[in-house]
């Protein structure tokens, strides 16, 4: 049975880096983001491994494949994404978190629903079928025995656990709120209130999806850069592989991992601490504020317990 290994995390919190830490080890595959990259179509878009994407031989071996199972298949839009319609948000009540309700018997309720309606059934099972068809390429292209999908949505994995071939467990990656918020600040245009809001949506919704598994763990971005053998070597005993060490440079492996510019820049680990210089003294209390009041409000909730590992210090 393949194993399959899921990220899931707000945006900014370092699953690239994760990605690429992981793929180091002979037995872990992974493209990062499973779902296809929007610029995947365009001629000069490069694999991680040097390679233009469309010329690349191991997205090459899954667009044969995808082929030979007659599956649809785009390098901007691998067809493994749970996209049941095209507007964002029926598509999230459809098939993603239900807003405000926050649920997962009434999404799992909603999901059986929605997997018996004329249409979407044979959609939900070639969604399935791609999904399947892309993590089995991938690892007998590679010779690997885990698959790395390092896809963000925690409710992404609602969806695969759906498909008894796949042996999952999961990671929730947590990075420090204020590293976030001022990545969203330069990128999105968002400000800190709204982005502070969101970060605590998003980590509630991933320890609400992922708090029932049994193969499931927290761990910290700055863990990760700091202490990242033992870090990788808890997550290589959660998959079932030997540990083995970081080897000193992740780009000595081959690659074939998308996501954002850092995975063609250099290969060193330092946890990413602008936040300090760069926010300011408003947005620093204005985040405090809001996630103090969460606290506040349910102490024994678990993303309590995340910004209290950052703000008790």
Known sequence: ?????????????????????????????TVGHMVGWPEGNDENFLC????????????GAIRDAFRDARLPFDYSDFGTKYELV??????????????????????????AVVSRMPGFAG???????????????????????VF????????????????????????????D????????INRRGWDAEFSTRMWLR???????????????ITIYYEQLCEATDETLATLHRLVGLEPQPFPGDFKATDHHILGNAMRLRDSKISADRRWERDLSQQDLATITRVAESFVRRDPDHPVSRMVEHYFSS
Do not use: W
């Not at 459809?94 to 909603?110: F, K, M, T, V, Y």
């Not at 991933?206 to 598994?213: D, F, M, Q, S």
């Open 86 to 111: 095209r507007n964002d948000r029926l598509n999230r009540y459809l098939n993603a978190g239900l807003p405000l309700i926050h649920s997962n018997r009434a999404e799992s309720l909603r999901d």
């Open 1 to 29: 049975m393949p194993k399959l290994f899921y990220i899931a995390c707000s945006s900014y919190s370092g699953s690239t880096l994760l990605s690429f830490l992981l793929n180091t080890h002979e037995e872990i595959c």
């Open 123 to 145: 959609t939900l099972a070639r969604f399935d079928r791609a999904n399947l068809t892309f993590v089995n390429t991938a690892l007998a292209h590679s010779g690997a025995r």
């Open 177 to 184: 709120l204020r590293g976030v918020v001022l990545s969203d």
């Open 48 to 59: 991680s491994c040097g390679e233009p994407l469309k010329s690349c031989p191991f997205f």
């Open 202 to 216: 998003e980590q509630s919704d991933v320890a609400r999806v992922l708090g029932g598994r049994d193969k499931a």
């Open 148 to 175: 790395v999908d390092n896809s963000h949505s925690p409710h992404r994995v609602r969806h695969l656990s759906r498909i008894p071939e796949l042996d999952i467990a999961a990671a929730h990656l947590v990075r």
